[in-house]
């Protein structure tokens, strides 16, 4: 099983930026998609962005043109950029990722990272 540490998470103003990097260990054969989801204080989950292992990526509407989502295949990571955060990007975000598998595929999340956006 695969095991998910979020990195990255911490204070920034009002039209600042933030970078999360999540890394994948443990023992596994391959990752499918790999992610991010949110949930701010009183909100439901959301998905946030996220990337297929053949690179394609998708966007929620909100983050879309100032969110970039990668990953690396070599080294089991992905990350998230996103700029001109807003009081409301406030959040809990969440590492997740699809782990291929013998009998099907598995959803895995890391325990995530809180992200404030304050003056």
């Known amino acids: 099983q695969v095991q998910l540490v979020e990195s990255g998470g911490g204070l920034v103003q009002p039209g600042g930026s933030l970078r999360l990097s999540c890394a994948a260990t443990?023992?596994?054969?391959?990752?499918?998609?790999m992610g991010w989801y949110r949930q701010g204080p009183g909100k439901e989950r959301e998905l946030v962005a996220y990337?297929?292992?053949?690179?394609?990526?998708s966007y929620a509407e909100f983050s879309r043109g100032r969110s970039t989502v990668s990953r690396d295949n070599a080294k089991n990571t992905v990350s998230l950029e996103m700029s001109n955060l807003k009081p409301e990007d406030t959040a809990v975000y969440y590492c997740?990722?699809?782990?291929?598998?013998?009998?099907?595929?598995?959803?895995?999340w890391g325990q995530g990272t809180p992200v404030t956006v304050s003056s």
């Open positions: 997740k990722v699809v782990q291929d598998g013998e009998v099907g595929y598995v959803d895995v």
């Open positions: 443990g023992s596994f054969w391959r990752l499918l998609d």
């Open positions: 990337v297929t292992r053949g690179g394609r990526k």
